[in-house]
């Protein structure tokens, strides 16, 4: 599925921007996303060649999107453009969130009774496959979409309940999230 991932991670890139350094992110100083932690953890994994984030190239960023976010994301097993939107939210929130974003919506659209753990085991790829796989796929896919991004959009007005520092980042997060609605429609 290179199409899709070449698709979204277009999609991410803008979404992500260029260099950031905010003192209330989290996740420091960035390039394309890619955070000095992530970059750092790359270059011992032997996905880059260095680890100066200001260095950092737009390959090597799609190198670590692919092996760190697209892959452990199961985003393979996803159709476009529901990958996209859970590629952005493992990009965002990381592997983990966007698991548990995915295991909310499918609970929601199909009582999947599945645990919200952060983990797409086997239980989680069944729920996908079954909703994924419905005869009225292209209704089935704007309405999951839609749940995933209440989801989404919950999440984050958690996140800044729980770290008012976290305010300045509403506008962008949610401007981002409009464009995963649009995406979806």
């Not at 953890?41 to 032997?46: C, D, G, L, M």
């Not at 990958?83 to 698991?99: K, Q, R, T």
């Not at 989680?124 to 089935?140: G, I, S």
Request: aromatic share 12%.
């Amino acid at each position: 599925m290179r199409e899709d991932f070449d698709k979204c991670l277009a999609f991410v890139f803008m979404n992500e921007g260029g260099d950031s350094n905010h003192k209330f992110d989290r996740g420091g100083r960035t390039r394309y996303g890619i955070t000095e932690g992530t970059l750092n953890r790359a270059y011992r994994q032997k996905i880059v060649k260095h680890c100066d984030v200001g260095k950092l190239s737009r390959a090597e960023a799609a190198d670590i999107y692919k092996a760190f976010y697209w892959i452990p994301s199961c985003c393979d097993y996803l159709p476009y453009p529901f990958c996209c939107i859970h590629f952005d939210a493992a990009v965002n929130s990381g592997v983990g969130g966007a698991a548990k974003l995915l295991q909310r919506t499918l609970n929601r659209f199909c009582k999947a009774g599945l645990k919200v753990d952060g983990a797409v085991g086997p239980m989680t790829r069944a729920a996908m496959k079954a909703v994924f796989n419905a005869l009225d796929y292209p209704q089935v896919s704007a309405e999951v979409c839609g749940i995933y991004c209440d989801a989404r959009g919950e999440l984050y007005e958690k996140i800044i309940k729980r770290n008012p520092s976290q305010e300045v980042f509403r506008r962008g997060w949610f401007a981002r999230l409009d464009r995963c609605r649009r995406l979806c429609a």
